[in-house]
């Protein structure tokens, strides 16, 4: 297998699991708000602009899905203190709640699935997984 072909793998491989995690784990969230809530819950309150950055989406598209979580009560939006065009959104106890809930989840089916493979299986992934945080890291990097 060649590098673009193993580039092609990773990346689909890597994009099943999630997507699988997500619908397993869904809590009447779209892909969409899940992802938001769960790069709330890592990162923090952020700005509407850096939260549709991180999520490589529009800000307009990242406006609504929060108009709707707000409606659901997982997050809050407020006006930046220092520019009022500005707004920061954040998780509401009932956000983190969710959040940490989907997370537990979905470690949970994790775990499920390795306790079902054999050690030598276990032992290549955790040799690998060094080599995917690296791959993440450049990739957020650029």
């Known amino acids: ?35 938001l809530l769960a790069t709330l819950a890592k990162a923090g309150p952020l700005h509407i602009n850096e939260l549709a950055r991180r999520e490589a989406v529009r800000p307009a598209s990242t406006s609504r899905s929060v108009d709707r979580m707000i409606e659901l009560g997982l997050v809050q939006r407020t006006c930046d203190p220092d520019d009022a065009r500005k707004h920061t959104v954040a998780l509401t106890a009932q956000g983190r709640t969710a959040a940490t809930g989907s997370k537990d989840a979905a470690t949970a089916l994790v775990s499920s699935a390795l306790r079902r493979r054999p050690p030598a299986d276990l032992e290549a992934l955790r040799r690998a997984l060094p080599v995917l945080e690296a791959i993440t890291e450049d990739l957020a990097d650029g």
């Open 1 to 35: 297998m060649n590098e673009q072909q193993l580039a092609r793998q990773v990346r689909i491989v890597v994009a099943r699991l999630e997507r699988r995690l997500r619908l397993r784990t869904a809590s009447g969230l779209t892909p969409s708000q899940s992802s």
